[in-house]
């Protein structure tokens, strides 16, 4: 009984998508080209030192002040202008990199 209930659920996805879902977006998702996915062949014959110092590199000293930037904009439309002030310094402060 559980196998049963596992392929449902396990199919439920595609049943909404062929229920739910218009020709043209049928055709549009069997046509759609393949991704390429990443390659770790090239990175399997690295010491794991290099490797981390790598990851360290490349993923944990992103920018994240221009992310902030993007979530705390320089003006903002909907606070009040008490507030304004406050998003203004801390607008600076991330333009200077702190």
């Known amino acids: 009984m559980n196998s049963m209930a ?17 020709a043209p977006v049928k055709h549009m998702m069997s046509n759609l ?3 390429p996915l990443f390659n770790y ?3 399997e014959n690295h010491p794991d030192e ?3 110092g790598h ?17 705390c904009p320089r ?3 909907n606070i009040n202008n008490a507030a304004s002030p406050y998003f203004q310094v801390l607008h600076n402060e991330l333009r200077r990199g702190k």
């Open 55 to 71: 990851y360290e590199e490349k993923e944990l000293n992103r920018n994240w002040s221009k992310v902030l930037l993007t979530l």
């Open 6 to 22: 596992l392929t449902f659920i396990l199919g439920l996805d595609e049943m909404v998508f062929h229920v739910l879902t218009s």
């Open 41 to 43: 062949e090239e990175l």
């Open 33 to 35: 080209a393949e991704y």
């Open 50 to 52: 290099v490797l981390m």
């Open 75 to 77: 003006r903002p439309h």
